[in-house]
């Protein structure tokens, strides 16, 4: 594998900074909809409300337990292979609460749960298809990606499978556990899960080539 310089590195961290807002923006006209959780937070919501009711403190919060499962995921990942580690995971980690956070800000007088529901659908489907498109740009930025990303993408490449059926999957296990632990579980839930994935797979390959392209064509510009 050739190595890459500086001056690509940081284009390529850029450019998965740029991925990540337009991810997160999706994340959060799928949030605003208010018609379920993304499949990953429905298994944060589970496990959330499962220690809460063995444990009877609320100490680790929500958004605590998010960290926490995705720094779990970051070590097994470490352990299983490190390669896929990068650091835009911990940017992805660092930043997207802070990028919903603005963009609520920003939409939350305009989309909200008193809009009528079929508003509340087209702003979700909307929000996922944003959300595949900027995923796939954080992906093939080849810096890293998010901690829940990581898994179908990890799983897709060890097992040669595209990687839209194989976030489906993991997406329906996600669902799965978090219900069966007390997650909240929606519309938006389903649609998220069942669109997603297929989205994402339609974008990867044509993101791959922008990306490519936008590299080369600094290189030639500045130089390696």
Known sequence: MQKRTLKETILRVIILF???VIA??????FLLADLGADPFNVLIQGLFR???SITG???LTHGYTHVAVSLLIIVV??????????IG??????????????FTWLLGNIIHAGNPFIMRILVLGLGCVILAYGMTIVIKSDSGTGPNDLVAVVISDKIRKPFGIVRIIVDICFVVAGFLMGGAVG??????AALVGPVAGIFLPRNEKLIHIIIKK???????
């Open 18 to 20: 740029i991925g990540l």
């Open 24 to 29: 997160h923006l999706g994340v959060t006209l």
């Open 50 to 52: 499962t220690i809460v």
């Open 57 to 59: 403190f609320e100490i």
């Open 77 to 86: 990942l470490l352990i299983v292979d490190k390669s896929y580690v990068k």
């Open 89 to 102: 995971t911990v940017i992805c980690m660092v930043c997207g609460g802070p990028i919903i956070d603005f």
């Open 187 to 192: 519309i938006g839930t389903i649609i998220c």
């Open 218 to 224: 600094f290189e030639d510009t500045y130089g390696k």
